[in-house]
């Protein structure tokens, strides 16, 4: 079938660009690494499965995103039902962050641990923009792939930046 | 504090470089998986429709066998229903694909999420009330049948009518399961309304 070899050929090359882009994000969505590979396996499912429909009326790099926070937000909720997470908000975190005791030398291991750990708290509005800003998209990006305002957008970019400063300029590690 | 502070970019780049720990995925595997997705999807699809199948043949055996005419309708609408049913499973519950074109993020979570909660909320309309309307009128033929060859009248019509309250029981029972489903599915779009008013969409 024509359409399946088109949409296969479209999988390979989403998945070659943004397949490590989807594992970091995963990580950042699941913490525990059986059910971070799952999450893994089902965003590139839903992947595969929504290239045969991708209308070209954004880029794939929004497409793909879209479709990658859909199942990884689905994931949280699951799981928040399960278990109940408290997730904070940018400003919660910001709050936070102004009691933290930095060290003043810390491994890049452990910076990506706190920053995952960090990530991880965030609600899902709140963790999309901070993935999105970290994959270096601009705000523009962030607002198409989110369906947020791009106000609402540049204000939490303006917050998690300095929530990133005072994490993890003002001495590093915690 | 330190004398060697990080750099914004430096913590993008390092979340850039972060160690891949998990196997790549081949188109192989995830078109396996995909189908395997599917597999299950069509295997409770093909559960039920059997069951509706079933359903019919066995009614329509009921329209050739059963005596009097109200028998014989309350059997040709329980086989309507049945029809209904099967219609219903592939039109309105079979699961959509995600994610829908146009959708940002949240907006496709929120319209999966309401269609979910008012398939359960109107679940008696679509299941529930066209099986009772036809088992209510099978049962009402069976009321005003000859009774069973052995069978007092009132013993008759006394199994006739617990099996009548059973099934409205059951049917009861679905309907509540449905409608405490549909609390649920409320609940995440209170939960996702939560997050926009704090995103100030």
Known sequence: ?????????????????????????AGAYEADPDLRCDLVQEIHLALWRSLDRFDGRCSVRTWTYRVAHNVATSHVLKRKRRRIDRLASLEDVAEAADGDDPEATVGERQVMERLMVLIRALKPADRQVM???????????????????????????????????????????? | MSDNPIPPVDIKVMW???????????????????KRLQRRRLRVLIQETFGALALIVVFGLYIRILPGPLLKMGAGLMIVAAVFYVWCLFVLVRPRRVPDGAAACLDFHRRELERQRDLCRGVWRWAILPFVLAG????????????????????????????????????????????????????QLDELDGLDKEAGT
């Open chain 1, 1 to 25: 079938m024509a359409g399946g070899d088109d949409q296969e050929q479209r999988y390979v090359a989403v998945a070659a660009e943004f397949g490590p882009a989807m594992e970091r994000l």
């Open chain 1, 131 to 174: 993935l999105l800003y970290l994959e270096d998209l601009d705000a523009a990006a962030i607002s198409e792939v989110t369906g947020l305002s791009s106000g609402a957008v540049a204000v939490k970019i303006h917050r998690l930046k300095s929530i990133l400063a005072r994490r993890f300029h003002q001495g590093g590690a915690p």
């Open chain 2, 16 to 34: 850039k470089n972060q160690p891949r720990a998990i196997t790549r995925l081949g188109p192989e595997t995830v078109r396996r998986n995909a």
């Open chain 2, 136 to 187: 209510t009128v099978v049962y009402a033929g069976r009321w005003v049948a000859v009774p069973s060859i052995g069978r007092s009248a009132w013993i008759d019509h006394l199994i006739v009518g617990g099996g009548a309250v059973l099934m409205l029981e059951s049917f009861v029972l679905v309907w509540l399961w449905n409608l405490h489903r549909a609390d649920r599915w409320q609940d």
